[in-house]
């Protein structure tokens, strides 16, 4: 076999195929006709023969580096279609997402622990001794202030406020919840410990303050400001706490492999188990927001609202699906 020749006839296909890719990355895949598209996969499987060709003859290795490259670069816009931006996302948050959750459910379930625990705790203790809602776990800051305790012995929920700011309230709430997501996701990476000491003082927080409104008559009215976005707000929350365990837990013990080849291994999952939770926060902040501080609103209408939200978001993370609704996207244009 001529190997000069060989090269001569197949590099016009090469470089017609570096176009249609260049073209695509710049534009998008509606950049490309259907007859571009189909031309983009004809070309595509082409030089991936030619690729195992090259390494057969064993073709110089500038060759079988621009070979091989072109053919990663055709194959990601081929087969993965990275321009379809909202269709992707839209796949990650109804498909990938859920079984991200799914696979690290225990993950999630243990943050889960580390949360409640700790909540009971507090509420139970600060019952029995109302001192222990000053006690500082993070020196200058006490589980309950000054100010808020001061409110809640005036019977006065401090939230009240809220209902009038309502667009400027949810924006803020919204950026508090997931300022906590973070740090329960981000401080995974100190060998899970920061994970662990955000998600029991969140929870001895909480419980210590409910505990407290108990004392006074008042959890009935936090436990209705609570309820229409507690559910997707802690879901969230003991999610991300999850995804920092399983950083945390990558570190602690990584098995076989070097520490940060096992941080690699889990890191995307991780990641994701995050990013899936920013919608979920966003629509938490505006029902906390929008709806859990309204006065004139029945407490049993915000139960209800805590309710469909729970059945929404248990259906959501575990009823089956396929990801065969999604394909009809580049790769089914190419045929």
Known sequence: MNVQRWLKTRRPNWERLEQLVNLIERQGSSGLSRQQLQELGRLYRSASADLSRARALKLGQDAQSYLNNLVVKAHNQVYQTRKDHWQDLAKFLWVRFPALVRRHILYVGFATALFLTPFWIGYVYVQKDAHFGQ????????LISDELWH??????????????????????????????????????????????????????????????????????????????HGILELSS??????????????????????RVDALKLVAKDALYLFGGCVPLLTVAGLIEGFISPRTDLDPNAKYLVSIATMVCLIIYLFAPRTEDAWKGSTESRLK
């Open 237 to 258: 929350i003991f999610i991300c706490g999850g995804a920092g365990l399983l950083l945390g837990k990558a570190l602690l013990f990584p098995g076989e492999w070097r």
């Open 135 to 142: 006690l500082e776990l993070v020196k200058g800051h006490p």
């Open 151 to 228: 409110t809640i012995e005036e019977k006065r929920m401090w939230t009240d406020s809220a209902e009038k700011m309502s667009p400027l309230a949810s924006t803020l709430i919204a950026t508090n919840n997931i300022r906590v997501a973070i740090l329960a996701f981000v401080l995974g990476i100190t060998f899970g410990f920061g994970t662990v000491f955000v998600l029991c003082l969140n929870g001895i927080s909480v419980g210590t303050i409910l505990g407290a409104c108990r004392l006074y008559g008042m959890d009935d009215k936090l436990l209705a400001f609570v309820a229409p």
